[in-house]
């Protein structure tokens, strides 16, 4: 099924649900061609990175709109943290709204930053550090 398709079954009726995979939500949140054109290079490439390795996470899981609307916030976080999400979201409509919500992101993007510096993104040890860290970003941010 199309993924517009499931989004709007889903959108239609909250207790639906349909089949979407991490990779597959991922590549309707994140535009890469953004990501280059309005980040750093070093901005980019971790962008990139984190990229790489969301979109292999193909299996598919059955999510109604709640579960479709968290693994999004979830995505859009994790990026988020990396760099300002509106420099490669797609969508220049947001990016006054998102700018006004900058403040005090750039220590969480800093310690991100030197994660991938100093650790090797496939290891536990990056994920778990990256996760404590993603943890609180969104606590702050997202919840």
Not at 84 to 97: A, E, I, R, T, V
Request: glycine content about 2%; some cysteine.
């Amino acid at each position: 099924m199309f993924f517009a398709l499931k989004v709007n079954k889903i959108n239609k009726n909250p207790y639906k649900k349909a089949k979407f995979s991490v990779s597959e939500i991922l590549y309707h949140l994140i535009n890469l061609i953004d990501a280059k054109n309005n980040l750093s290079e070093e901005d980019y490439c971790n962008v990139r990175i984190l990229f790489d390795v969301y979109s292999q996470l193909k299996d598919k899981n059955l999510l109604d709109l709640d579960g479709y609307l968290d693994t999004s916030t979830r995505l859009i976080a994790s990026f988020d943290m990396l760099a300002p999400c509106y420099c490669f979201s797609g969508n220049q409509k947001s990016k006054f709204l998102f700018k006004t919500l900058e403040e005090g992101k750039q220590d969480y993007r800093e310690k991100a930053k030197e994660l991938f510096k100093t650790i090797d993104v496939n290891s536990l040890e990056w994920w778990e550090q990256f996760n404590e860290i993603f943890q609180d970003f969104k606590a702050r941010y997202y919840d």
